[in-house]
């Protein structure tokens, strides 16, 4: 049973169909959370990646990762609807074995610095048992920024 189901996840994060890759929350504690990810055919990068034979790419498996790293950072945090999680530095990724349709990623991720603003921590991804990716990240906490209208296009001017 999941400590945190998807619609939890999406009280967190900002993050919607879709880039969110995260599908529960299933341990969480202080400085370490393990999530799910379920992985279908259904995912709009199997049409390209590639289409004779599916395989998640490993730059969202590390996507995948540091969501569930800011589902951690951001659930301790009383006003993170105001913030935001940015991944600032991927280190020492490794890509081990593929990501297929119909497996489900296990992200365990431990924080191993932190500080007000900024998180490092070490994460795995496994497939019943077997990493199939590790890295460590480090994550900054930003303001929002507040939603910034462009100026409307004037009849007849191209911009360029």
Wanted: proline residues 8%; hydrophobic residues 50%.
């Amino acid at each position: 049973m999941p400590i945190l189901d998807i619609q939890a996840i999406r009280e967190i994060l900002p993050h919607r169909y879709p880039m969110l890759l995260v599908d529960a929350i299933i341990e969480l504690e202080e400085e370490r959370i393990v999530g799910i990810k379920n992985v279908t055919i259904n995912e709009p990068f199997f049409a390209g990646h590639f289409p004779d034979y599916p395989v998640m790419p490993g730059v969202l498996i590390v996507e995948a990762m540091a969501q569930v790293a800011g589902v951690l950072v951001l659930s301790s945090i009383p006003d993170r609807h105001s913030k935001l999680v940015l991944l600032a530095a991927i280190e020492e990724a490794k890509f081990r074995r593929p990501v297929l349709p119909g497996h489900q990623l296990r992200i365990e991720m431990k924080v191993t610095r932190r500080k007000a603003s900024v998180a490092k921590m070490h994460g795995q991804a496994t497939v019943d048992g077997n990493v199939v990716a590790e890295a460590q990240l480090m994550c900054k906490l930003a303001d929002k920024a507040p939603v910034i209208s462009l100026p409307a296009p004037v009849d007849g001017l191209v911009s360029g």
